[in-house]
């Protein structure tokens, strides 16, 4: 009786500090970090302002757990225990497709660029940000393919460079043209579409090229 009272407490905390992220979330898009209170966050959650501070301790903690919850799904197609059940290619092209999907949302460009806005003011803050968000997500993105080259699908010799260099085949300059809505935001099958062409070019340097069979024994004989 006592682990069902436990499980059913368990789940109404995870119930309320999901409601608090979702409301953070939408607060600080309207107002802005700094003009963004605890009190209203909690309002819109429908609790307390006691139960928004026991789960976050601080408006700065929930803000860098907004960010961390958005890029935690990016996680999930470079996770270690199913690296070899996939190639580099069919790998690379779920994460792109996923990022350039979650990117050019709405609710995507208008945190970041309240990011942007509010670094500005708080540059400890930014590079904390940049920690839970981006840099996380490099960082996994980077371990993986150095985990391709240590089994020999890869050639990856600075895996943090080549990290970055495949989100930059990927996204171009779209996020900046979504940012500032100089065109209509691209449909699935163009992201879909640049997705496999950046995995192509990213591939196209890192793929270990073998030597065909025969090759070298027609140049022998010749």
Known sequence: MATAA???ASARSAHKRHAIQEAGTAVFL????EAATMEQIAARAGVSKQTVYNHFLSKDRLFKATIADLTAGLMAPLALHTHGKATPASRLSALGLDLLTLM???????LHR?????????????AEIYAVGA??????LAEYLAWETRNGRLSVDD???????????LTGRMQLRALLGAEPLPERAELERR?????ECFLAIYTIRRP???????LAAG
């Open 195 to 199: 997705a496999a062409k950046a995995v």
């Open 104 to 110: 050019l949302q709405p609710s995507s460009l208008a």
């Open 135 to 140: 840099g996380r997500m490099l960082a996994a």
């Open 159 to 169: 895996p943090e460079l080549a990290a970055e260099q495949f989100l930059g085949i």
């Open 30 to 33: 309207e107002l802005g970090y």
């Open 114 to 126: 309240l990011i942007v806005a509010e670094s500005a003011r708080f540059p400890e803050l930014g």
């Open 212 to 218: 065909q069979a025969g090759a070298g024994a027609g």
């Open 6 to 8: 436990m499980k059913s």
